[in-house]
């Protein structure tokens, strides 16, 4: 930690960096800011959240276009072939550096004292969303979805039993939760279930209007990328169904 500015000049850097579109530093000055004691409030929740996102989206999409293109490469020859894989190696690593000192700020943020339940949902959500990231590329570790399925369902767990359906941290952590299960896990069965048992509790109490002040614009927008991703996925399943019908 920089004894030269202070935790909030760091998440003033952050802003800047947001503003510059610079996310690389984004993250580096939340990471930083992560380091005191003070705890995140929910606008700075956010800041850390856009910065995780955008920081490791490029490489993200950059191995996945490399892995692409390597499928139609099966004619190239060898040398060619390996200085491909040989750079798609160098952006894996890249992205698990940033992951596993993404990762190392979230536990420190977990085991701070009188975390409330809601920011323990939030970065459990956040170090699932990190191994998910790992398991989505194919670095050779074979933990990393299982490390994802753990902490998203602890998170999940908590969030069922402490906070309202329509919270935004629990239904962002379900909708990467059910990602985890179709993408990863390869069981749109239960990606669908759980998703669509969230729906209906969520929209259930809207019905009942018996909480008023969880109704925000964060919430609607989860619940939105929820349902849509549940409806999705059905409809896939029932295009297969159909397919294997005919
Ligand atoms: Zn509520």
Not at 10 to 24: D, H
Not at 77 to 101: A, M, T, W
Not at 130 to 157: K, P, S, W
Not at 192 to 211: P, R, S, V, W
Request: aromatic share 10%; proline share 2%.
């Amino acid at each position: 930690m920089s004894d030269i500015f202070s935790r909030e000049q760091f998440i003033e850097l952050a802003k800047i960096s947001e503003k510059a579109q610079r996310y690389n530093e984004m993250i580096s000055y939340m990471l930083t800011a992560a380091k005191f004691n003070q705890k995140f409030s929910e606008e700075e929740r956010n800041l850390f959240s856009l910065a995780f996102k955008k920081s490791t989206q490029p490489r993200r999409n950059a191995c996945t276009q490399i892995s692409s293109i390597q499928e139609k490469q099966d004619q190239e020859v060898e040398p060619f072939q390996n200085c491909i894989q040989s750079f798609k190696q160098k952006i894996g690593r890249e992205l698990l550096q940033q992951c596993d000192d993404i990762l190392e700020a979230v536990d420190n943020c977990l085991n701070k004292k009188n975390i409330t339940t809601e920011s323990k949902v939030y970065f459990l959500k956040i170090k699932g969303d990190c191994y998910r990231i790992l398991a989505e590329q194919d670095f050779g570790n074979t933990h990393t979805a299982d490390d994802a399925f753990e902490a998203y369902a602890l998170g999940f767990d908590i969030a069922l039993q402490n906070l309202c359906p329509l919270n935004s941290n629990r239904l962002s952590l379900t909708n990467n939760f059910c990602v985890l299960y179709y993408e990863i896990l390869h069981d749109p069965t239960n990606a669908c279930l759980i998703g669509q048992k969230q729906i209906t509790l969520a929209l259930n109490h809207i019905e009942a209007k018996d909480c008023e002040r969880c109704r925000d614009f964060t919430t609607s927008k989860a619940l939105c990328l929820l349902v849509d991703n549940v409806k999705y996925w059905t409809y896939l399943q029932s295009e297969n169904y159909a397919h294997e019908e005919f």
